[in-house]
């Protein structure tokens, strides 16, 4: 609707232009908002006021021009006003609206979206999680948003790579084959020769348990073979880094999440990018070394103070590998980066886009995006659940899926903003009633889908675009309900935008209510058959709106509940 408007005022303008009426030739940015008082109309504009400067008018002059020119609108709008100091307000004609209805069904699967554009390429880093023990809930709600904002990019047309980067090196990784080599040889948490930073989940036993038995493991990115030996700490830290990649690839399958590209921390070392790095920034000119350190100057880019690059005993600070990986991406190609991590990771946003713009290849300031997300808390019974048996202490997104399943999993993931903190209520949840945001929205898809079943049974065929006469919706609702379908491009597009997924659950919640309350107090197949094939065609078009908004998600559009 947007759409047509712009056309109209553009037209609209340059007929000014044409007629003398307006004559500054100006080209502005036509803006349409939807007024704060929906007296105020559907659609506001403050095109006028933009024109009144280099028009040397007032503005409500402009906008009588402009009204002039804009005429009847041929049945697109039932009335148009001027406001206030000069904006244009426009109150569609209900028959406008509804012929959005025909659009979305002949679009379908395509409604909301846009195609691929070549030249817009993005890379989404996510999840990213070491190693080390099976995924945390908090990995979990990385994953739900960084899937989501892929799914998103993709259907705005960008070309989407999705990448999981890890560490299978360093302290972590050393404490993980200690643990299980540990019980290989029998020891248990607890024994004065347990590692002093040993991982104590009960899934270090199973790790082992397999290893000593020689199993196989193929992971995404990895494939090894156990050796069996309980002496090789190296052989066994291949191993377990292979069986805990396996084990978070099971669960992200699970999660209906899945990666483009695995990149590995070690190969930075080991491919010597990050020693390139550190030889680049110093020669730059934004080093010096104190104390026996090598530190970046930070603060000629704003950083409230420098930061150490390498330390006195040679190692370097994690932020320089962080660096060469991010380096690394822009010189494979992808102009546009959007990391997905948990708030903790805030402070190395500033060090990271330091560190890239004292290297001086060109990278823009304030690259690349992030997308921060906040810690969840799990309540059952009204209490706060903080361990899972397998893990040990923490609760994992294996145990949330197993318990509330996929789709209520990622809703509740979803449904608040990212940078909010979140409370995971395991007994909502599971609630089959309309309490439970999952269950309210996935039965509005299952509600049409039984209407269309009772219209088969009754052999009503289903209308397809332009097989209803849409005059038949005559109630206030069916247009508020044809608006809000027509709203869902804009939604998908502003989430996208702004990198914010929790929009699109707002938007279910919101159609959900919206078409239960309708079918709460009409029905669809009545004794009229233009009303029927009306409703019919209404009704399919919140079933689609709800499949593409919910696919969005990575949930599933249930036809029975």
Not at 372 to 388: A, F, P, Y
Request: include cysteine; hydrophobic fraction near 40%.
């Amino acid at each position: 609707m947007k759409h047509l408007l712009r056309q109209r005022l553009q037209a609209a303008l340059e007929e000014c232009y044409r007629s003398g009426t307006l004559s500054s030739g100006a080209v502005a940015d036509i803006q349409l908002e939807v007024p704060g008082n929906p007296e105020h109309g559907d659609f506001a504009t403050n095109l006028a006021m933009m024109l009144a400067r280099p028009e040397r008018k007032a503005p409500r002059q402009v906008a009588e021009a402009l009204v002039n020119a804009l005429g009847d609108g041929g049945g697109l709008w039932r009335r148009l006003e001027i406001a206030g100091p000069g904006f244009i307000n426009f109150t569609m004609a209900p028959l406008a609206w509804l012929g959005t209805l025909d659009d979305i069904l002949h679009q379908d699967a395509a409604y909301g979206g846009s195609p691929v554009q070549s030249e817009r390429k993005v890379q989404v880093e996510f999840v990213s999680a070491n190693p080390t023990g099976p995924l945390h809930i908090g990995h979990g709600r990385g994953a739900a948003v960084g899937d989501t904002l892929c799914r998103l990019l993709a259907a705005t047309g960008w070309e989407v790579t999705r990448e999981f980067y890890y560490n299978d090196a360093g302290a972590q990784i050393s404490n993980l084959a200690l643990s299980v080599q540990a019980r290989c040889l029998g020891v248990e948490p607890g024994d004065e020769r347990w590692p002093a930073d040993g991982y104590q989940g009960e899934y270090i036993k199973d790790v082992a348990r397999s290893y000593l038995a020689g199993e196989r493991v193929d992971a995404g990115d990895q494939h090894v073979t156990a050796a069996g030996d309980p002496r090789d700490l190296d052989a066994i830290r291949r191993f377990a880094v292979a069986y805990l990649r396996r084990e978070q690839d099971q669960d992200l399958q699970a999660f209906d999440v899945r990666f483009d590209v695995y990149a590995l921390e070690s190969a930075l070392y080991t491919d010597g990018k990050v020693d390139e790095v550190v030889r680049q920034l110093i020669a730059s000119g934004h080093t010096y070394e104190q104390d026996g350190a090598l530190w970046l100057r930070t603060t000629d880019f704003g950083d409230d103070k420098d930061r150490v690059m390498r330390k006195a005993d040679g190692s370097y600070t994690y932020f320089v590998p962080d660096v060469a990986y991010h380096l690394d991406k822009w010189q494979r190609g992808f102009q546009r980066v959007i990391n997905e991590q948990g708030a903790d990771h805030h402070s190395t946003i500033t060090r990271v886009r330091v560190g890239l713009q004292a290297l001086a290849v060109g990278i823009p300031k304030g690259w690349p995006d992030y997308v921060l997300h906040q810690m969840v808390t799990v309540m059952r019974g009204g209490e706060e659940v903080k361990i899972s048996k397998r893990a040990g202490s923490y609760v994992t997104l294996r145990d949330l899926i197993e318990e509330v399943g996929r789709d209520a999993t990622r809703f509740f993931f979803l449904m608040r903003r990212s940078d909010a903190q979140l409370v995971f209520d395991i007994d909502l949840a599971k609630q089959q009633g309309n309490e439970n945001p999952v269950y309210y929205v996935q039965y509005a898809h299952a509600r049409v889908c039984s209407i269309n079943r009772n219209a088969d049974e009754q052999q009503v065929p289903l209308p397809g675009p332009g097989d209803a006469d849409l005059v038949a919706l005559t109630l206030d609702e069916e247009v508020a309900l044809t608006k809000l379908l027509a709203r869902y491009p804009e939604v998908v597009a502003g989430a996208a935008e702004h990198l914010e997924p929790h929009r699109i659950a707002f938007y279910l919640q919101e159609l959900a209510a919206e078409f239960h309350s309708y079918y709460n107090r009409h029905r669809v197949l009545v004794d009229d058959p233009a009303v029927t094939r009306a409703r019919l065609l209404l009704v399919n078009a919140v079933r689609i709106v709800l499949r593409n908004a919910l696919g969005l998600l990575g949930m599933a559009a249930p036809e029975r509940m």
